[in-house]
């Protein structure tokens, strides 16, 4: 059983289309990251959301905790070639202590 | 200011070997942590070092598996013997106090 479902898997699509990732879960969670992890690298964190409802805005990247913390979402508006990677949700437990991941979306941006 | 570095980059063995994976975290970092991502999985939690002391370890698959963290400064993750199942990508992270962890860029383990 999957902790953290993200739907899309994958994603393929033009230059300047913007898009929506989403991850899920049964589960309530005190906070949720996004990860982005480029080829050959590890992933590097993009935000936490710690608020139920809580919009985070990163450039042309927008991150919604769903009210209810059990899911949330990000939204890439115009995106770029550069935004391609595989993003990841992920969900701090015990205190920080470890991260749980979600399944991953990989995303291709084609110039 | 250096980051998480791991070495090696990638490793091939034949089972029934050993292999020692190796993890610098950032200077000054009390938390450090082990993850792996095998095939078609997510990445998953192997096991928490604060300073040289295992905070957790819950996720380590089975006794093969031994994580040493000497004085609290770099790790070691021996897997002995390794199994085909053991292949994967396996990533260090470190943190100052575990809110934000910095990841490495992975050792991929290939185990023939």
């Known amino acids: 059983t999957q902790l953290l479902e993200q739907s899309p898997q994958f994603l393929s699509i033009q230059e300047g289309e913007n898009l929506t990732v989403y991850c899920n879960s049964s589960s309530v969670f005190s906070s949720l990251q996004w990860y982005r992890q480029e080829p050959g690298e590890g992933p590097v964190l993009l935000v936490t959301?710690?608020?139920?409802?809580e919009v985070k805005k990163l450039k042309r990247l927008t991150f919604q905790f769903g009210d209810a913390r059990k899911d949330s979402s990000l939204h890439i508006t115009a995106a770029q070639p550069g935004d391609t990677g595989l993003y990841l949700c992920?969900?701090?437990?015990?205190?920080?202590?470890?991260?749980?991941f979600g399944t991953g979306t990989k995303l291709q941006v084609i110039p | 200011e250096a980051g998480v570095t791991q070495f090696p980059s990638h490793s091939v063995i034949e089972k029934g070997q050993t292999v020692t994976l190796r993890c610098d975290p950032i200077s000054g970092h009390d938390n450090l942590y082990w993850y792996r991502r095998v095939m078609g999985k997510e990445i998953k939690f192997l096991l928490h070092?604060?300073?040289?002391?295992?905070?957790?370890e819950s996720g380590m698959p089975n006794n093969r598996f031994l994580a040493e963290r000497t004085g609290g400064t770099y790790s070691t993750l021996k897997v002995q013997p390794a199994e085909l199942e053991d292949s994967g990508v396996y990533f260090c992270?470190?943190?100052?106090?575990?809110?934000?962890?910095?990841f490495g860029a992975g050792t991929r383990l290939s185990v023939l």
């Open positions: 070092f604060v300073k040289e002391s295992k905070q957790d």
């Open positions: 992920a969900a701090p437990r015990g205190g920080y202590q470890k991260v749980t």
């Open positions: 992270a470190s943190s100052p106090r575990g809110n934000i962890q910095y």
């Open positions: 959301v710690v608020t139920g409802g």
